[in-house]
């Protein structure tokens, strides 16, 4: 009897075995029996495996939506590696859960996390039995600090030095790992799509959603229902008072106007300054004040933090936050990077927490990933990551906020764009030629046959010949199914669809 040594994956095992025994290598997946001394050698030490290696498998692996097997999965990476060295990177990631294995033997496909099937933490009570969100050990700590009595935190001013440090794509407020999980979980299969297809899929959805919860942060009382009644039909809530009302329907029209400019929006001065004139319109003392850079001192009530007041140093860090925030290439950390400086510098002179919730989603509808809406986030914990940006200048709890909320989003959008099929191309090419061809019939009061007339007309005129005929059926379909709970995605008023309605029918 002779000693043999029976190889496992990085390490080995001392066992006796009669000679001439075969011995099962479990690294390379072979047979080793004269050459076990140069299989032990190959094996003893396990190899590292390189993180690029893993995320370049699951890019692969992404670019099958239903799934794809192994010969395929190997086609579509760009760096070749051994077929027996896939299988084992694919089960590696199956372990680590960023990918589902289905089916066995040849039938068995790869595909990436589905966000249904994505566990989500609940909201849990925290102070004297108030909802929170699940919070990491560093976001628990600034909690503790934030919530301390006013009179015990030191006044703090701007810290310009902030901006100042950070280089964008060096400098990273969410992790290497967040940003890959939250891609995993808003990333749309197929990015082909124009700029904003993935928002104007969810749109009636999405502009109740993100009107009504980013209004609630700032204290609002619309129902969610009182708030699809308002969106949809125009009908105020009894009870509420001005201001709310108006609250809502700024946030409808700026989500508009991010979601139909999406491939012309950006983070410039431009896109930022109309969306505040947008959603500051009628709440502001000085009507002028809107879409203008702040003058005057403000104040931030429950907070120990003091704004600047030179009005020349907030133009210039305005100007440096859009830089830094234009250059940042991650689609998460540009969105996050928008919610922590815009609030902490108050450009304007107020509406500035609105208009960093709603720039947040430039960058993700831009890239048609999933919206991020707040649903559900509770008041008290966005207030105290918000505060503990501007007395800390530390971002983990407000970090918490974000990725808990956007994780939030996905779960929603997804499963309703799961319930949807894939968008028209062509009724995607001519959307806003769509939308003004049956605006026009509306407000004009047109019955069928001067509808009929002249949408033929117009089309001749405007419509590539080739298009010309399903241009025309398009838009009539549009007309035939128009209904009072979806005019409003034509920009019309209800007294103009009543109108309208009298003469169609």
């Not at 994956?9 to 140069?38: F, N």
């Not at 692969?60 to 239903?66: E, Q």
């Not at 939308?435 to 005129?461: H, P, S, Y």
């Amino acid at each position: 009897m002779g000693f043999y040594e029976s190889i496992k994956h990085g390490a080995t095992t001392c066992m006796p075995l009669s000679r001439g025994t075969i011995v099962y290598c479990a690294r390379y997946h072979h047979y080793c029996g004269a050459i076990l001394k140069l299989c032990h050698n190959s094996c003893a030490m396990p190899k590292q495996i390189s993180p690029k290696e893993l995320d370049s498998i699951v890019e692969a692996v992404r670019s099958f939506p239903n799934g794809g097997g192994i010969e395929a999965i190997h086609s579509a990476l760009e760096e070749r590696i051994a077929r027996r060295t896939l299988q084992r990177r694919l089960s590696l990631l199956v372990k680590q859960q960023r990918l589902i294995a289905e089916g066995r033997g040849r039938a068995r496909r790869y595909r990436t996390l589905n966000v249904l099937n994505a566990v989500i933490p609940p909201l849990k009570a925290a102070f004297s039995g108030e909802t929170y969100i699940p919070l990491s050990h560093e976001g628990a700590q600034i909690q503790k600090v934030i919530r301390a009595p006013r009179q015990r935190r030191h006044p703090v001013g701007y810290n310009r030095g902030i901006i100042d440090a950070y280089q964008p794509n060096q400098t990273c407020y969410l992790a290497d790992q967040i940003r890959d999980r939250l891609n995993d979980l808003g990333r749309w299969s197929d990015d082909r799509h124009v700029a904003g297809t993935y928002a104007r899929q969810i749109f009636n959805r999405l502009l109740i959603d993100l009107s009504w919860n980013s209004s609630r942060l700032e204290g609002n009382t619309y129902s969610l229902l009182e708030t699809e009644r308002l969106l949809g039909h125009g009908e105020a809530a009894e009870g509420k008072n001005a201001m709310e009302t108006q609250m809502l329907l700024n946030h409808k029209d700026a989500i508009e106007l991010l979601v139909e400019q999406a491939p012309e929006v950006g983070f410039n001065r431009y896109t930022i300054l109309n969306l505040h004139a947008v959603l500051s319109n009628n709440l502001l003392a000085d009507p002028q004040a809107g879409g203008r850079l702040r003058t005057t001192p403000v104040q931030i009530g429950g907070s120990v933090y003091h704004t600047l007041e030179v009005p020349q140093l907030i133009d210039e860090c305005f100007g440096r936050i859009l830089t830094l925030a234009s250059r940042i290439d991650d689609p998460f950390e540009q969105a996050f990077f928008t919610m922590v400086h815009l609030p902490y510098l108050q450009p304007f002179v107020d509406v500035n927490k609105r208009v960093s919730r709603l720039a947040a989603n430039i960058s993700l509808i831009r890239q048609n990933l999933c919206p991020l809406s707040f649903l559900d986030v509770p008041i008290q914990a966005y207030i105290d990551g918000t505060v503990a940006v501007y007395e800390l200048n530390k971002v983990a709890l407000l970090r918490d906020v974000f990725v808990w909320a956007y994780e939030r989003s996905c779960r929603r959008y997804s499963a309703l764009r799961q319930s949807m099929g894939e968008p028209d191309p062509f009724r995607l090419h001519y959307r806003k030629k769509i939308k003004t061809f049956v605006a026009e019939v509306v407000r004009g009061c047109m019955d069928k046959q001067r509808a009929a007339n002249w949408i033929a007309l117009m089309a001749e005129k405007e419509i590539s010949p080739n298009d010309t005929v399903r241009f025309v059926e398009v838009v009539e379909t549009e007309l035939i199914n128009l209904h009072e709970g979806n005019f409003a995605r034509y920009h019309l008023r209800p007294s103009e669809f009543l109108d309208w309605q009298k003469v169609w029918s």
